[in-house]
């Protein structure tokens, strides 16, 4: 049920996360932003930090969960390949690990700048698994 996906818009990039329950969903949103700027595979997960969001609402917290990813990535020069994310109510705590950048290794693809508004959806899917999705700005 995991898994993680791009989908095109105009010049951006969307993200998109599938999961049995909404972390993992959120998790796995995380895991395609790391794809948008390189091969996750490719990143070792020896250093971990953690990160607090809190939103009114579910889309809310996606767009701040992401945009708190891109910011450590962009302050640490890190990138993120291991995600544990734990929600209660409109709170987020997660762990994430990683490593810092090295240019020659990872080969970044593009510099995510931030997490948007567009497309932004977390909801429960007739299945029962859950979907986190928006386009990111590249």
């Not at 998109?16 to 790391?34: C, D, P, V, W």
């Amino acid at each position: 049920m995991k898994r993680w996906e791009h989908f095109s818009h105009q010049a951006d990039i969307g993200v998109r996360g599938l999961g049995a329950t909404m972390a993992e969903a959120f998790e796995q949103a995380a895991l395609a932003l790391t794809a948008v700027v390189t091969d996750p595979a490719d990143v070792a997960h020896p250093d971990m930090i953690r990160i607090c969001c809190d939103a009114p609402d579910a889309e809310l917290l996606l767009a701040d969960w992401l945009n708190a990813l891109i910011y450590e990535m962009a302050t640490r020069n890190m990138l993120f390949s291991r995600f544990d994310v734990h929600l209660e109510g409109s709170h987020l705590t997660a762990k994430v690990w990683g490593e810092p950048l090295e240019v020659m290794r990872h080969r970044p693809a593009v510099e995510v700048k931030g997490a948007t508004y567009t497309e932004l959806k977390v909801a429960q899917l007739p299945d029962g698994g859950w979907l986190a999705q928006c386009v990111v700005d590249v």
